[in-house]
């Protein structure tokens, strides 16, 4: 074996112009794989961010039915009942929410929002709404009817802070509820659609608006870090008084998401598969020439009674040689050239039309998991490895008086 | 006793045209234990085709080939090359030494292949190749950094070290000066003598003729002469 593995190792040195050709191909497909997995990887964990810190945290306690058909007049009773068992729970941090369709308009314009009613200093906890102020505040004064809007709707309906809009919804009793919101805050958000339909007021003012005593409409709760998804919801299965609700994790309450997610999975791996098949041709092809110009060599071997088997195995370490140096040159350039990007994010402003409409941020952070260079490794490493099964099954082949009178 | 006994051999290969050539045509032929043998005859006469097929490296249309006791016919491919590994040595006109290996390497790979342990098979790849006249220095020198008399003595090195039944030469001064093709021959000679290695020498050089003590001349497949000398 020693022998075997000494042999391969010189005889890849002994074109190193060749050598060097195949290991940068290797080198460069690692490097192509690793910045799309990365920055896909970004993508899809900006993507899920968007969804936990914008839109009611990792998990949801709402009502029964309400996913299938909200409606306000499907609503959580005793919330502070509910309130006291979620604070058993560890590794969360949780948030009461009455959210509803309406209307809000100006003197100049109106159009269709999402009213949300909160506790601002839990909400805080929950989303990220409250950092991504660009004017006034989150409800820091004791405005009376104070509400915070995002930076496109507010331009929609052209207002500016301190001036009112009329916040109107279907109530409880079926009437039309309205009620007059100073605006005390306007956020500006990576999601353009989100700053165009969001109105946020504090929960009581929601309450009274659309007629509801303490109900409200969920629970939003945010896990801290290091807390497992389902085991929180076992947790909370357990924890929870009975009644008519449904926990809701991130996931099933985006189930285009998580489409998306499993589809740029797929995209990850057909990606790596392109690349390696390219890899593999190119490996197939130089080892056609490799035993083209040894077949003298084998020949020699074989008369000398080498079995071709270990001739076989001579050209699998060789493969096997240049595709660890690629793969190994490849993941350190990788890591220094995304890793970079990972600190310090790559900057899509230019694109950042497009990605607000996406809700999600124009700076990307790639993500380089442990599991996406390993599996990346396995398959350029097996790949190649079947590869160049062809061209060493030829080498071993041929027949000794041909290859020993080959010129 | 005969180390190689060749009966009623037959090679037909084809041309490019498809035209049959009858390469060799009823070879019968027996090489005794310990001889220095050449066989002789011009370009295309079957000498280099009877050495491939005593060497078990090719098959032959009809007819046997026994070396060492051994009906070759009755050996697949792996079995053929173990018993080459074990039994039979060559040397090659070009040397055809493995590029990528000392001079050293190259003599310990065939001890290798016969699982002769690390310690041992440097000790005698060293004594070979000082026996043959390599340096210390030159050993650890791949091929390349070789002239080519010291390139064939590192082969003739390769295939004595493995104490083979027989050594099978094809053309081995072809591509030497006559004085290192004259030593080398020696060297051999030498090795015949005091190791009873049989030598088996295809060639048309006049000095190998001049060195065997038996030459077999052959033309159009046919053996026409055999003298001992």
């Known amino acids: 074996m020693k022998t075997t593995l000494k042999i391969a190792w010189r005889n890849i ?3 190193p112009r060749r050598s060097w050709v195949l290991i940068t191909t290797v080198v460069v497909a690692v490097i192509g794989y690793v910045g799309t997995t990365s920055f896909t990887r970004g993508f899809m964990y900006e993507m899920v961010n968007s969804a936990i810190r914008y839109y009611g945290g990792h998990i949801q306690i709402i009502p029964e039915g309400y996913d299938t058909k909200p409606n306000i007049q499907l609503r959580l009773s005793h919330p502070d009942r509910m309130a006291e068992a979620l604070a058993r729970v560890p590794g969360i941090h949780f948030a009461p929410l009455v959210t509803f369709k309406g209307m809000a308009s100006s003197s100049e314009a109106s159009g269709g929002v999402v009213i949300n009613g909160i506790d601002p200093q839990k909400e805080r906890q929950v989303t990220i709404v409250s950092e991504k102020i660009i004017a006034g505040d989150y409800f820091e004064s004791e405005t009376a009817n104070a509400a915070v809007i995002g930076e496109e709707l507010a331009e929609r309906l052209n207002v500016r802070l301190g001036e009112k809009i009329i916040l109107m919804a279907s109530a409880l009793d079926q009437n039309i509820a309205s009620g007059a919101f100073r605006v005390v805050g306007i956020f500006r958000t990576v999601s353009t659609d989100f700053d165009r339909a969001f109105v946020f007021i504090r929960l009581d003012d929601a309450q009274k608006l659309i007629g509801y005593q303490d109900e409200i409409t969920a629970f939003s709760i945010h896990l801290q870090q290091g807390y497992d998804l389902q085991q929180t919801v076992e947790r909370l299965r357990e924890t929870l008084p009975p009644g008519d609700f449904k926990i809701q994790t991130w996931r099933e309450r985006n189930p285009v998401l998580v489409l998306s997610l499993e589809v740029y999975e797929y995209f990850i791996f057909l990606f790596l598969l392109i690349i390696v098949t390219a890899v593999a041709f190119t490996i197939v092809n130089s080892f056609l020439m490799v035993i083209y110009e040894r077949i003298r060599e084998f020949g020699v071997m074989m008369a ?25 040159v490849g993941i350190v350039l990788s890591y220094l050239i995304f890793g970079y990007w990972r600190r310090h994010g790559l900057d899509l402003s230019a694109t950042s039309d497009a990605l607000g409409k996406l809700g999600i941020s124009t700076v990307i952070y790639p993500e380089i998991l442990m599991s996406d260079l390993l599996i990346g490794l396995g398959v350029i490493v097996s790949l190649t490895w079947i590869a160049v099964l062809y061209p060493a099954y030829k080498a071993s082949r041929f027949h000794v008086v041909d290859a020993l009178n080959f010129v | 006793m005969d180390i190689v006994q060749v009966e009623n051999l037959v090679k037909v290969y084809e041309d490019q045209n498809q035209v049959p050539v009858r390469a060799l045509d009823g070879i019968d032929l027996q090489i005794g234990e310990g001889e220095f043998t050449a066989i002789a005859g011009p370009s295309g ?3 280099t085709t009877l050495l491939n097929l005593i060497g078990g490296l090719d098959k032959p249309t009809s007819g ?51 699982g002769v342990p690390e310690e041992e098979r440097i000790e005698r790849a060293r004594q070979e190749l000082a026996e043959l006249g390599i340096s210390d220095d030159m050993m650890h020198r791949r091929p390349s950094e070789l002239s080519g008399g010291q390139q064939q003595r590192v082969a003739v090195a390769r295939a004595t070290v493995a104490r083979p039944r027989i050594i099978l030469a094809d053309e081995p001064t072809a591509n030497l000066d006559s004085k290192t093709g004259g030593l080398l021959l020696d060297k051999m000679r030498e090795m015949n003598e005091s190791r009873g290695i049989t030598f088996l020498f295809s060639t048309h050089d006049q000095m190998v003729m001049e060195r065997a003590r038996r030459l077999i001349l052959i033309r159009d497949g046919k053996i026409v002469e055999d003298r001992q000398r």
């Open chain 1, 13 to 15: 040195w002994r074109n």
């Open chain 1, 304 to 328: 000398m009674g080498v079995l071709p088997k270990r001739i076989r195995r001579m050209l699998y370490w060789e493969t096997l040689f240049l595709t660890l140096i690629g793969s190994t």
């Open chain 2, 45 to 47: 006469s079957g000498k």
């Open chain 2, 64 to 114: 046997s080939v026994r070396v060492a006791g051994q009906d070759l016919n009755e050996l697949d491919g792996n079995a053929l090359a173990e018993f080459r590994l074990r039994n039979l040595g060559f040397i090659f006109q070009a040397y055809n030494l493995i590029p990528v290996l000392s001079a050293l390497e190259n003599v310990e790979f065939i001890l290798l292949l016969q």
